[in-house]
């Protein structure tokens, strides 16, 4: 966090004229268009032009960025052409932050017009300078802000400078790398990456690009020049200071959703930002296994296991009936949405084995309908009440993309209804790659339940869904079910 700083400047002779009309603006511009510059050039001595008649100066609060008003001035002289607009806030010391640099700018742009002064005579050049703002709030009254100054000053092409600021004007900080970025050794190289990757996307900026020059500017990230929007991170270099000067300024892009990873967590909790976690690819070699719950969702009981998964982490696979489903569909969509998978158990529980093909049909696609209209998700998979299957059964759930999933082991839940025998059974099949059959309507069952996960967690098991069992492909055990393909 940047401290403040008192910095006594020159006072500045200023004739302001705040209140000149459009008449003299026209005289100006006449003066300009008739190109008497001759007395003009004799007087860019870098003392004569801080005299210089500005125009206009005028401050205006913005109503969409709370907070913060937009200073504008212009100077409109025959020899150049100024027009600055940038921000200020009320907090003293950001301003003066602010203002150093655009003074700074107008200083060099003096100096340079200066130097060139027989050249622009010669060639019968006026210079240019022009300082603008691009704005973006990034929460309440929180901003961030490119300053953007494009100078004319002799050479026939223009030069861009960028300075970039990100204000938090609710605790008046302008916050640094170190507030905005995870500066771990680990997060720092993966921004660079990103960075690399980014700017030599852009074959035409990047062959212009000196590779060790940019090595050196990244290499501190006090050196990091950046503005955000919700959907990017910008990262800035003056012309020639990563490369030649045909590459001009370089902005480097790089999309929130690659970036988002790699900022400090106090910055993406500030600005709202929801990170989502990291998806660890499964690992061949790991130890899962998938939880499955049936019948439900019931009223007390499937409220109880959601809680005891979200408990140990583990994620599982509820085969819903539709008959169910149509009583509590919030239920159903609570599973969905604390990140569990939904399967399909058929409307009303019939044996499938023994329906007619229309039936069956019916019996699948009336359960989906009123899980889609639940949640906002379609069953993965079909497990059909009592494993009772047919080729009619597997023909109909191909066609409509839904792998029968069977189990490889039997809680006995419904037989036992009582927790320690549940804990019992499943322990004594469990294997890895394992599918385990549990019932959602069954108290005792969320009873057994703290146990089996804190001992499956124990001998070291992660609970995923089906569909995440079935991805690992050829994972040696992976519990009975019958794919689509037939
Ligand atoms: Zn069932």
Redesign the pocket.
């Known amino acids: 966090m940047q401290k403040h700083t008192t910095i006594h400047r020159k006072k500045r002779k200023k004739i302001r004229r705040r209140y000149l009309g459009w008449a003299v603006l026209v005289l100006f511009f006449s003066i300009a268009i008739f190109g008497i510059k001759d007395k003009m050039v004799q007087d860019i001595m870098a003392e004569d032009i801080e005299e210089t008649i500005k125009v206009k100066d005028t401050t205006v609060s913005s109503e969409i960025y709370p907070g913060l008003n937009l200073t504008t001035s212009t100077k409109d002289l025959d020899l150049y052409t100024l027009s600055i607009s940038h921000p200020t806030t009320e907090v003293e010391w950001m301003n003066e932050q602010i203002n150093n640099w655009v003074e700074d700018q107008e200083k060099e742009f003096a100096l340079t017009l200066e130097e060139n002064q027989e050249i622009l005579k010669e060639n019968d050049f006026s210079g240019h300078l022009n300082i603008q703002t691009k704005t973006e709030k990034l929460a309440d009254k929180i901003y961030s802000l490119e300053l953007e100054a494009y100078e004319l000053a002799g050479g026939a092409s223009g030069s861009v400078k960028y300075k970039t600021f990100i204000v938090d004007l609710n605790t008046q900080e302008m916050l640094t790398a170190s507030d905005i970025f995870n500066l771990e050794e680990e997060a720092i190289e993966e921004t660079k990456e990103l960075l690399r990757e980014n700017l030599y996307e852009d074959e035409e900026t990047s062959d212009y690009v000196f590779d060790d020059l940019f090595e050196e500017k990244i290499a501190t990230t006090d050196h990091w020049r950046v503005t955000m929007t919700p959907e990017q991170a910008n990262f800035y270099f003056d012309q020639y200071e990563v490369g030649a000067a045909a590459a001009g300024a370089i902005k480097v892009s790089i999309p929130m959703e690659e970036i988002q990873y790699y900022l400090n967590k106090e910055f993406t909790e500030r600005i709202g930002l929801e990170v989502p976690e990291i998806e660890v690819p499964l690992d061949p070699e790991g130890k899962y296994v998938a939880l499955t719950f049936?019948?439900g969702p019931h009223a007390e009981v499937t409220p109880r296991v959601l809680e005891v998964l979200a408990d140990y982490d583990a994620k599982a696979t509820f085969?819903m009936?539709g008959s169910q489903v149509e009583y509590y569909p919030e239920i159903a969509k609570r599973v969905e949405e604390e990140g569990h998978e939904i399967g399909d158990?058929t409307m009303s529980?019939k044996d499938l084995s023994r329906l007619g093909s229309a039936q069956v049909a019916e019996e699948i696609d009336r359960s989906t309908a009123f899980i889609e209209g639940a949640t906002a998700t379609s069953p993965k998979s079909l497990?059909p009440?009592?494993g009772a299957l047919n080729d009619e059964v597997k023909r109909l759930s191909g066609e409509r993309s839904l792998p029968i999933i069977m189990w490889s082991v039997d809680s006995l839940d419904w037989q036992s209804r009582n927790a320690t025998a549940i804990y019992n059974e499943v322990m004594a099949n469990v294997t890895p790659g394992g599918i385990v059959l549990l019932?959602d309507i069954h108290s005792t069952t969320a009873d057994a339940l703290p146990q089996i996960l804190a001992q499956l967690k124990e001998q070291g098991y992660e609970m995923i869904t089906v569909s995440e069992l079935l991805e690992l492909g050829e994972y040696e055990g992976v519990g009975p079910y019958h794919s689509v393909d037939y």
Do not use: A, E, F, Q
């Open positions: 049936d019948d085969y009936l158990h529980h497990r009440p009592y019932h």
